[in-house]
T-cell receptor, first 113, second 113 residues
Framework: NAGVTQTPKFQVLKTGQSMTLQCAQDMNHNSMYWYRQDPGMGLRLIYYSASEGTTDKGEVPNGYNVSRLNKREFSLRLESAAPSQTSVYFC????????????FGPGTRLLVL | GENVEQHPSTLSVQEGDSAVIKCTYS??????FPWYKQELGKRPQLIIDIRSNVGEKKDQRIAVTLNKTAKHFSLHITETQPEDSAVYFC????????????FGSGTRLQVQP
């Protein structure tokens, strides 16, 4: 039981390049989330998916798109990376969206030059 | 907008002392309040949570209290140990439908041996 997994672990991009961060969970959870973590800012929600087939914007969605590919997988895409998107990205999942423990993946460290 | 404020941002205690971290939230409809611990370079991990139908919850050396009237909740760690050193985040399920967690900005706890 791997829990929540993320790929890649680390990525360097040039401004304007695109990439997709992958996330998968094997806990049969319905809800999945993408956060970014910047120094001193805590975790900020980018997008979430309450259930398969639905996605909603969080606090900081600009510059990102998401796809809930199936119940297990939730990807985050940067279409045109900017230095302001340099951050650590965490994926999380929970059984349901409200009042449920969120389990985090190991994170992806992204550097945009 | 909806937010969670967390204090202090840094806290240094001697081994064996108690540590208290406080959070306030803006949405009186919030009903789920987890606390996460994040060690350097690692993912956030849930250490304790409380739901709005109780005022206090304890798990060994860790306790959380909730005051719904005042809209604040606190994490209490007793008999601190060096391995308690980490960043601690509070969170609450704020906003319309209480769909996702909003995190505080974190408290860096340093336990001096």
């Amino acid at each position: 039981n791997a829990g929540v997994t993320q790929t890649p672990k680390f990525q360097v991009l040039k401004t304007g390049q695109s990439m997709t961060l992958q996330c998968a969970q094997d806990m049969n959870h319905n809800s999945m989330y993408w956060y970014r973590q910047d120094p001193g800012m805590g975790l900020r929600l980018i997008y979430y998916s309450a259930s398969e087939g639905t996605t909603d914007k969080g606090e900081v969605p600009n510059g990102y798109n998401v796809s809930r590919l199936n119940k297990r997988e939730f990807s985050l895409r940067l279409e045109s990376a900017a230095p302001s998107q340099t951050s650590v990205y965490f994926c999380a999942s929970s059984r349901d969206r409200e009042r449920e423990t969120q389990y985090f993946g190991p994170g992806t460290r992204l550097l945009v030059l | 907008g909806e937010n969670v404020e967390q204090h202090p941002s840094t806290l240094s205690v001697q081994e064996g002392d108690s540590a208290v971290i406080k959070c306030t939230y803006s949405d009186s409809a919030s009903n789920y309040f987890p606390w996460y611990k994040q060690e350097l370079g690692k993912r956030p991990q849930l250490i304790i949570d409380i739901r709005s139908n109780v005022g206090e919850k304890k798990d060994q050396r860790i306790a959380v209290t909730l005051n719904k009237t005042a809209k604040h909740f606190s994490l209490h760690i007793t008999e601190t140990q060096p391995e308690d050193s980490a960043v601690y985040f509070c969170a609450a399920n704020l906003g319309p439908g209480r769909r996702a967690l909003t995190f505080g900005s974190g408290t860096r706890l340093q336990v001096q041996p």
